[in-house]
Structures are given as C-alpha cells and as structure tokens.
C-alpha cells in the first residue's frame, strides 16, 4: 500500500509539468507557481558511514513576510519502493503517521505520533526578526537561537547534524510596547532545550528595556549513557537564567542603527530525584536539587557579564562587547557545538560536586573582548561575516588565557548572479574555539567538537535552467547504532568525540 501511495504522490506532482506546460489559464498559473516555489532533490548522502539515496519534494511559499518551506523526503538504502528501507531519523518511521499505534490500538501514541511526522515535514517557518519586529517567529531548521543579546544563548543550532537527525525547533516572541517576551524549544516532538526571556519598559515612552532569562536542558546527560559516567545519565539538568538590560539609541534603518546592551549570568547544574554516586568518586553521593554551592561560596561565583554596542553602518552590521566571568562558567554557554559537548561539559560540572576534585572558589578569572562585523559587498551578492574574543586573566596581563578559550567565527555567503561564467551560489561558515592555543600546543584539529562547520554550493546545469547539481558537507559528531556519541576513548567523553564528514550530492529540479 506504501508503494502505491508513493507512486501516486509522486505521479499527481510531476504530471502536471507534461499536462499542462503548453496550456493556458490557471494551469499557466499553477506551472509559474511550481517553477518558482518547487524543488526536488535527487541524490546520496551519507548518514554514520551508511550510503543512502533520496527523493526529497521541498515546497516554498512566500506571502509578504512570511516564508515556509516543507520538507518531504524519502530516503532509502536499496529501493525507493521498499518502506523497510528508508531511513528512519531518531528510530522513527514518519511516513506511517501512527501506523504502529493504532494497529495495537493506541489512540493517544497515534495521535502524538501523527503530529509528531507533520511536524517534521517542515522544514522552516519564518516571520519577522528577534529585537527588531513586534512579533516574530521562526520553525523548523534553526540556525542561530538566541536569547537576549545572548550571553546565556546565541547561535545555537538544532540542525547541526542534519539530515541524519532532523529537529523541529521553534523561536517566537511578541512585544507589546511595553512588555514582552520570546520563548524557544529545540524539537517539538522530542523536546530537550527550553528557553524564554520576559522583557519590560518601565519607563514611559522609553525604550529602555530590562529583561530576565532562562534557558534550560533536560537532557544534558543523556549521552552519558555507556560511559564510565553512566550514573550521571539523565540525571543532569543544566540551567543558565540571567538578567539584561536593552537600550536601542538609534532605532533599525537602511542607513544606521545603535543599540546598548548589558547583561549578567549565571549557569548552575539541578539534580533530578534523591542523587546519584559521583563517577569522579564513587563512595560519595551528589545529592538532588540545584547545586546553589556552585554560584555562592562565600561571594557569587560561577558567573559572567558583558555589555557592549551593536547596530549597523549603510552595509556592515558590527558588534563590540567587554565579557567577564568567573568559575566554569562560558559566555554563550548553549551555542553552536554545545548539543554535541553538552556530555563533556557535565563530567566538568562533576568535578566541582560533591566528591569532585577542584573548589569553585580556587576557579579562574577571565576576561574578553568580542568583535564581530559583517560586510554585505556588489549589491548584495555577496556577504562576509567574522568575529573573534580574545580572553585574558586580569592577575597575568594581557596575554591569552590558558584555561579559557578564544572564539573565531566566519562565514561568507555567494548569491546567484555574482560569478556570470558559472553562477553558482552557496555558503560556508566555520566556527572554532580554542584556535589558538591549539595552535600554540600542537593539538590544532580542523574539525573536533569544539569546532561547527558546514556548508553548501549549488551550480546550475548548463543549457538546463531548472537543473542544478547541489553539494552539502558539514562535520558532525559520530553517533553509533543506538544514536549515542561515539567518543575517542571509548567511555571516556573527556578524550573528545569523533568527529565525521557528511557528505550529500544531490540534482535539484526546479519545475
């Protein structure tokens, strides 16, 4: 029945292209709105070392402001007509839409498990930008959540290992004039990551604003499983919560814009249930709650702060910002890598618990200035983005931190247009952290954890208009059978993980 299902799905969207290409009337309507908003991708991927085909319909609309885009793939290992053979993101089949549940006749499995498949159909949803519209929200692929200014989050992606594990995250806010807010989850069907931020203007017609945020995971330990850290597994809640304060001094516009920010946080582990056995020392017990210990041990520790400037100058968009913190504490704790190192940052957490081997107190003292702009150059075709933050403990001078680490970001984006011979378009970014000491010790890995990378380039076809060759290449975590992280010292996440490239290369269609 799948097979035929398929087969029609797939012959009721082609069909029209050799029906109606040469008629009239609403089905020249229905062509010009396919050829414009239509895609296909046939192609390969590699998904943790196994080679998959893929049929993939990617719809887009477009109204005003708002922009959807669907995402309808069949990815199989032997035969596109074979439902046993396509690949299941996350262990789910999301093209039986509750099959499993209702033939046992589990009516509320069905249903969570029906939405569940719709939900991962889409690909992205967007309407307006965080800090700059009245509302806005963002579903789907998500690329850069962030909170606030982003001191607790910023830059966080769920699609980091994309296609091979699909998200539906969603990012929305609302501002009322005078109070407001933005909330986010990282997957709607398996949700993990919360965040939200209530802002409000106290001051009359002010546009000062001051701001309280949270931002929680629930599953911070999840990959501990297997490890000589198990007992932490699922155990582990990571919290960061902060307050900010947000004072745009010259409002958004073409030409200039200026906004002041101040922000202060904290990041601090909760303990689910009575506790467990300290992996670090296995005759001592963490117990349940939230560790207060780790952010007051006679004074506030384990905390961080920045405040800067940011806007922009006719093209280029920049920002400026002083960063302090003290403990383990990280800027940005919840960014790009963090899904993949969030193990790792638990068995640091440990260390500093009940039974561990270091004092919070005794932690280090850093300090950092960030620095980021980014250049849209020949009209817009092409965009160049970077940032760096050089940290320094204040008792040594200025030099480079040995126990924190620096941050490099880039990224440059090509549109159509820009190169006449070939016009191929695309995008790659590279973030890292660490560069330079890695650089300084010999360590240097151009793709490990602490690094986000990936890209994608599209080139026409020549002499065929609506054929294109694709290429996607990202590196991600390696991941075993069972989806756990695959580390270089097995059951050790402080080895680091095992890095990987997915690969995909596909022929996309537009009708």
Do not use: C
Not at 381 to 389: F, P, S, V
Not at 426 to 445: H, R, T
Request: hydrophobic fraction near 45%; proline fraction near 5%.
């Amino acid at each position: 029945m799948k097979r035929i299902i398929l087969f029609i799905a797939l012959l009721t969207l082609l069909a029209p292209a050799a029906v109606f290409s040469q008629a009239g009337g609403p089905a020249a309507s229905v062509m010009a709105w396919m050829k414009d908003n239509m895609g296909m991708e046939i192609g390969s991927l590699t998904i943790d070392g196994t080679s998959y085909s893929k049929v993939v319909l990617a719809p887009e609309v477009r109204i005003g402001r708002l922009k959807l885009g669907l995402y309808l793939p069949v990815i199989y290992n032997d035969d596109l007509f074979n439902p046993s053979t396509w690949y299941e993101p996350g262990g789910n089949n999301e093209w039986d839409f509750g099959a499993r549940y209702w033939s046992v006749g589990d009516t509320l499995g069905g249903i969570m498990d029906v939405a569940a498949d719709i939900i991962l159909k889409v690909k992205y949803l967007e309407y307006g930008q965080p800090l700059e519209d009245p509302f806005f929200v963002k579903i789907g692929n998500l690329h850069d959540l962030t909170i606030g200014h982003g001191l607790v989050m910023r830059n966080y992606r769920n699609d980091s290992d994309f296609p091979s594990i699909r998200r539906t995250g969603v990012n929305t806010g609302v501002d009322f004039g005078r109070f407001g807010f933005e909330a986010l989850v990282n997957d709607l069907p398996v949700p993990e990551i919360f965040g939200a931020r209530l802002y409000f203007r106290p001051i009359g017609n002010s546009t000062l604003a001051f701001g309280i945020s949270g931002v929680a995971d629930l599953a911070a330990s999840k990959d501990l499983a297997g490890t000589t850290y198990a007992a932490a597994a699922d155990n582990f809640v990571f919290i960061g919560s902060g307050v900010d304060l947000d004072f745009p001094i010259i409002k958004s516009n073409e030409v200039l814009s200026l906004r002041a920010f101040a922000d202060a946080s904290v990041t601090i582990p909760y303990i689910k249930g009575s506790g467990f056995k300290n992996p670090v020392d296995n005759t001592t017990t963490i117990a349940g709650g939230v560790k207060t210990s780790l952010i007051w041990d006679g004074g506030l520790k384990n905390w961080g702060a920045a405040t800067g400037l940011l806007g922009n100058v006719l093209f280029i968009d920049w920002r400026l910002e002083y960063r302090y913190f003290t403990g383990i504490f990280r800027p940005a704790f919840f960014d790009s890598t963090y899904e993949r190192s969030r193990a790792i940052y638990v068995v640091q957490y440990l260390d500093y618990l009940e039974g561990g081997t270091k004092t919070i107190s005794n932690a280090p003292t850093v300090m950092g200035i960030y620095g980021e702009a980014g250049f849209s150059l020949l009209k817009d075709k092409m965009t160049l983005t970077a940032g760096y933050m050089w940290p320094w403990d204040p008792a040594a001078g200025f030099a480079l931190s040995a126990v924190a680490n620096d941050e490099f970001h880039a990224g440059i984006a090509i549109k159509k247009g820009l190169i006449p011979i070939v016009n191929l378009a695309g995008a790659i970014y590279y973030d890292k952290w660490g560069l330079i000491n890695s650089l300084v010790n010999n360590s240097f890995e151009f793709f490990d954890e602490k690094t986000a990378f990936a890209g994608e380039i599209e080139i026409p076809i020549p002499s065929t208009p609506n054929l294109a060759i694709g290429m996607i290449f990202k590196a991600v975590a390696k991941r075993n059978g069972d989806g756990n992280i695959v580390y270089k010292t097995p059951g050790d996440p402080t080895s680091g993980i095992v890095m990987s490239p997915s690969i995909t290369i596909e022929t996309r269609f537009r009708f």
